[in-house]
């Protein structure tokens, strides 16, 4: 687990990252005083708003890099590789919040049948990945909650971003994984 003042220091590195890609084109070094523990392989998403809507989310659901590799690329990539949106300008950068989310391990959610998922998710803590063949979708934990979804809602909406029909998590061949985030704003 980070303390605040971790997640505090991760958000001050995100906002480095795409003020200086911004303004410059350059990637940031890795910060001198980075802790050791935060070169631990770790999952992690970046999420911007402006105005209180979403401007870019991006991030690496599996821990293939260290956690403060994965929030310099997360961040520059919500910033400016986002397909949703246009790339973030310089007149924009002050009117950004920015959200990090450092995810666990994802865990395969073991069930006897598909009906069984939603008794299986708890709204509020975990996140989901579905994954059917090639596609593969991702909702983090807190948007279950901001957008007041149930468990099936949930499941529904994770197949979608899937790209697979909403009802897809009812098969057999769909693997459910589910996963917990730290957010810092």
Same mark, same amino acid.
């Given at each position: 687990?980070?303390?605040?003042? *971790?997640? *505090?220091? =991760?958000?001050?590195? %995100?906002?480095?990252?795409?003020?200086?890609?911004?303004?410059?084109?350059?990637?940031?070094?890795?910060?001198?005083?980075?802790?050791?523990?935060?070169?631990? *392989?770790?999952?992690?998403?970046?999420?911007?708003?402006? +105005?209180?809507? =979403?401007?870019?989310? #991006?991030?690496?659901?599996?821990?293939?890099? !260290?956690?403060?590799? %994965?929030? &310099?690329?997360?961040? &520059?990539?919500?910033?400016?590789?986002?397909?949703?949106?246009?790339?973030?300008?310089? +007149?924009?950068?002050? *009117?950004?919040?920015?959200?990090?989310?450092? @995810?666990?391990?994802?865990? @395969?959610?073991?069930?006897?049948?598909?009906?069984?998922?939603?008794?299986?998710?708890? #709204?509020?803590?975990?996140? =989901?990945?579905?994954?059917?063949?090639?596609?593969?979708? =991702?909702? @983090? !934990?807190?948007?279950?909650?901001?957008?007041?979804?149930?468990?099936?809602?949930? @499941?529904?909406?994770?197949?979608?971003?899937?790209? #697979?029909?909403? +009802? %897809?998590?009812?098969?057999?061949?769909?693997?459910?994984?589910?996963?917990?985030?730290? #957010?810092?704003?």
């Amino acid at each position: 687990m980070l303390t605040q003042e *971790d997640g *505090d220091y =991760l958000l001050k590195i %995100a906002k480095e990252a795409i003020e200086t890609f911004v303004k410059t084109n350059r990637k940031i070094e890795i910060p001198s005083d980075c802790p050791n523990y935060m070169k631990e *392989d770790l999952g992690v998403f970046v999420t911007l708003n402006k +105005n209180q809507n =979403l401007r870019g989310c #991006i991030g690496y659901p599996e821990p293939i890099m !260290p956690l403060i590799n %994965a929030i &310099i690329d997360s961040a &520059i990539s919500a910033a400016v590789r986002d397909p949703r949106f246009p790339q973030v300008s310089e +007149n924009e950068l002050e *009117d950004l919040d920015y959200e990090i989310t450092v @995810l666990t391990k994802p865990q @395969l959610i073991e069930v006897k049948t598909p009906e069984e998922y939603p008794t299986k998710v708890n #709204i509020g803590e975990d996140g =989901l990945i579905v994954e059917k063949g090639f596609f593969k979708g =991702l909702l @983090l !934990p807190q948007v279950a909650t901001e957008y007041n979804m149930s468990s099936e809602e949930f @499941l529904s909406h994770t197949c979608i971003k899937a790209g #697979i029909r909403p +009802n %897809a998590w009812l098969n057999e061949n769909v693997e459910v994984y589910k996963f917990q985030g730290q #957010i810092f704003k």
